[in-house]
């Protein structure tokens, strides 16, 4: 008998009386199990709108069964940060997480001024790194790892270690993930900042005839030239670096792809890494395992060892065309969930067991390849046909937990409303000046067709419930439309507070290269951190303390008083974190939060210290949806099966509110206050 | 030079190698091999150093935040 059927068969003070000392788990009758449901950016304007019209009819249905109230986000109100905030109850200040992107201001690279990293992970290199040396062979002993960077106690510490059994799925800012010790039983999967087997947060490739020799390099991804002789095609799959090779002389391990088509019947044969796989024109792979070999001499007798010869990661294919050109795209490299190279669940085993059941699943951290739509590799249909995949993979993860959740708290994350709105939202604004006017309305239904679909699983979380149990469905944040990028700091170099060594060359580099440090008084970095170079603090410090909130107030104010050309401003809110957030470290934390205007964003070359010509100029992107904005323009929603009694919730509430529900007081550390009495 | 160290020979052309024979004899350096050694070598390492930081940026292009 399960055990919420033995709750309910004794359902009587006797028996809740006995309960506790035979459960040992902490989950009483009247408390009933928690179930958490996240919806990324599901913005309450869309969701109110459709519900009016129908079109959310389980949404609805809990919000007449509880409440719906909107839900005030973070500043800014980015994934990372908000999600820091619900796991851990408390605000930027405790947890240290302001942006998708920090830096560390003291590199020790010899003439790198800034380096900039994600800001919820970042390597850590050992003091000594041990290692046997082989000639150009190079066995690591002890090696660097990859540190979770958000601080403060997530609220499935405190759950576990009072004998709640707690499952986490796919949370943001989870990587590497935070393992709680107690009695309750905990397993989870990590989610955004995971990376793929390159290392990075995503790298497609397109093989085409069409590519040059030496290929090309985008962000997100690559193009890659396929050789063709006749109706035979091969190229080189790149992989990640040689683990096993001195780092200065490393090369990527690559795996080479061939290829024979038939164009009469529009299918191609791919072989590759072991893999033989016919595919027709439009037609996706599964999962293919993909292993990338050192080479080593003696890898059998290694391997026998346990040692490290090879890194096995995973990909899936796709047949754009045959023929004329035989063009192909290949997924990101993800990481194997059977074979994992890091540890991407807990226990480390847990993914294994969930591939096992239920086939291999996207492991890279946001699995969607927006990348491939933006650059071409991927066109609308595509795109859409890859992120479908990926909703398919978690609603049969979440169906399969919520068969096994008997009690405690399930907390079950979503990321394609946030993907798809990021690269549909033009197509539903007819203001946005990216609009293909080629494409006009095909895709206006794509954002309402999206929440519809998480709407099913509201359903489904809805029919899951018993009586006692309580299920809360949330968004970290809202969204609105990306229609103009502000040149953040070509803005600072226009207006004195950045220098450049060569005036000629503005625009044409990256991260800095060309500022003349010494004339420099701030810059911005990020979605929306800008930093002042602080005497002391920045490698090139040239503004002494004394004078950084007068360098702060005289940025803020001319921010402020930015226009577009219609009038419109640029800026609608500034935020000194000092003041906002006390206790944030001032080595990692930003100095100045900006809340742009809706429609505006931190344009796309500013982000990483590019200074084009210009202030603002319009997006033509793809990704023309955005909630990189004034936090207070774009909340998240709030639905619960319960009264909420708070009249204007936020996400700090949240983990105090799922203690509370389990008996337990929420910690001093947690700023957030119950939403449920 | 270790008596086992690999050494390869770069070809130059004519005009070239006078220019770094004046060059070297001008600068001090004993030798064109010695200016020559030590000119790539930094070069070699600018390069390395824009190679690591677009690596860095590689990685985090991946998200679609960023361009």
């Known amino acids: ?677 | 030079m270790p008596f086992f160290a690999s050494q390869h020979k770069l070809k130059i052309d004519k005009a070239l190698y006078d220019r770094l024979s004046e060059a070297a004899a001008r600068a001090g350096y004993s030798s064109v091999d010695e200016l020559v050694q030590h000119v790539l070598e930094r070069e070699v390492a600018d390069l390395e150093e824009k190679l690591d930081q677009q690596q860095a940026e590689q990685q985090l292009r991946g998200l679609g935040y960023i361009e």
């Open chain 1, 1 to 677: 008998m399960f055990r919420r059927d033995f709750i309910r068969v004794m359902g009587t003070s006797a028996g809740a009386a006995i309960l506790p000392s035979c459960s040992g788990r902490g989950t009483s009758p009247a408390t009933g199990r928690v179930l958490v449901v996240a919806f990324d950016g599901m913005d309450p304007r869309v969701v109110q709108s459709l519900m009016d019209s129908g079109r959310l009819p389980n949404l609805e249905r809990l919000r007449q069964r509880g409440s719906f109230r909107r839900l005030a986000t973070t500043t800014p109100p980015q994934t990372p940060v908000a999600f820091s905030s619900i796991i851990t109850g408390a605000d930027p200040g405790l947890h240290q997480i302001f942006d998708f992107i920090h830096r560390d201001p003291r590199p020790t690279t010899e003439g790198l001024a800034i380096r900039p990293y994600l800001s919820t992970a970042d390597g850590a290199e050992p003091e000594t790194q041990w290692a046997l040396s082989l000639g150009d062979w190079r066995m690591p002993l002890a090696g660097g790892q990859t540190l979770l960077l958000r601080q403060g106690t997530p609220f499935w510490e405190h759950l576990v270690q009072a004998g709640i059994d707690t499952d986490i799925y796919y949370v943001p800012a989870n990587y590497p993930q935070s393992v709680p010790a107690g009695p309750g039983r905990f397993r989870s999967i990590s989610g955004m900042g995971t990376p793929d087997l390159l290392g990075s947060y995503g790298e497609f490739t397109l093989f085409g005839p069409d590519v040059a020799l030496r290929g090309k390099r985008v962000g997100g991804g690559r193009f890659v030239h396929l050789s063709m002789l006749g109706h035979h095609g091969r190229a080189e799959l790149p992989g990640p670096h040689n683990i096993l090779r001195d780092p200065d002389s490393a090369e990527p391990m690559n795996v080479t792809v061939n290829v024979v088509r038939d164009p009469e019947n529009g299918v191609a044969k791919i072989d590759f890494s072991g893999n033989s796989v016919l595919l027709a024109e439009g037609e996706w792979s599964g999962w293919l395992p993909v292993t990338f070999q050192t080479g080593i001499p003696g890898a059998a007798l290694l391997r026998i060892a346990q040692a490290p010869t090879a890194l096995r990661g995973m990909v899936r294919i796709y047949l754009k065309s045959v023929h004329p050109k035989l063009v192909i795209y290949c997924s990101p490299i993800n990481i194997d969930p059977l074979a994992p190279v890091n540890s991407i669940s807990t226990p480390a085993g847990y993914s294994r067991q969930l591939a096992r059941s239920h086939g291999r699943f996207h492991t890279l951290g946001i699995p969607e390849d927006t990348k491939a739509l933006s650059h071409g590799a991927l066109n609308e249909d595509e795109f859409l046909q890859q992120a479908e995949t990926v909703t398919q993979e978690r609603q049969l993860h979440f169906r399969s937990a919520l068969q096994e959740f008997e009690q405690g708290c399930l907390f079950f994350y979503f990321g394609e409303t946030d993907l798809v709105q990021h690269m549909f939202w033009r197509d539903r604004d007819p203001e946005h000046p990216g609009r293909d006017a080629a494409q006009g309305d095909q895709y206006a239904h794509v954002v309402d067709d999206i929440y519809g679909r998480m709407d099913q699983i509201v359903g489904e979380s809805l029919d899951a419930l018993e009586e006692q149990d309580t299920l809360i469905v949330l968004s970290d944040h809202g969204f609105t439309s990306f229609r103009r990028g502000f040149n953040l700091n070509s803005w600072l170099l226009d207006n004195g507070f950045l220098g450049l060594s060569n005036p000629s060359l503005q625009g044409r580099h990256e991260m800095f290269v060309n500022v003349d440090w010494s004339r420099a008084r701030a810059y911005g970095l990020g979605m929306n951190g800008l930093y002042v170079n602080l005497r002391g603090r920045e490698k090139h410090g040239t503004v002494d303390q004394g004078a950084m909130r007068g360098v702060l107030n005289e940025i803020r104010d001319k921010l402020l008083e930015v226009r577009d050309v219609d009038g419109r401003a640029v800026v609608s809110s500034i935020d000194l974190v000092a003041d906002t957030y006390p206790g944030a470290d001032p080595l990692v934390a930003p100095d100045m939060i900006v809340g742009y205007n809706d429609g505006y964003r931190a344009s796309w070359d500013t982000v990483l210290g590019k200074m084009p010509r210009g202030i603002l100029e319009d997006n033509l992107d793809r990704w023309s949806g955005t909630h990189l904005i004034e936090a207070a323009q774009v909340p998240g929603i709030l639905f619960a099966n319960r009264v909420i009694d708070v009249e204007e919730p936020s996400v700090l509430d949240i983990a105090p509110t799922i203690l509370h529900v389990f008996g337990i007081s929420p910690p001093v550390e947690m700023s957030g206050q119950a939403l449920f009495s």
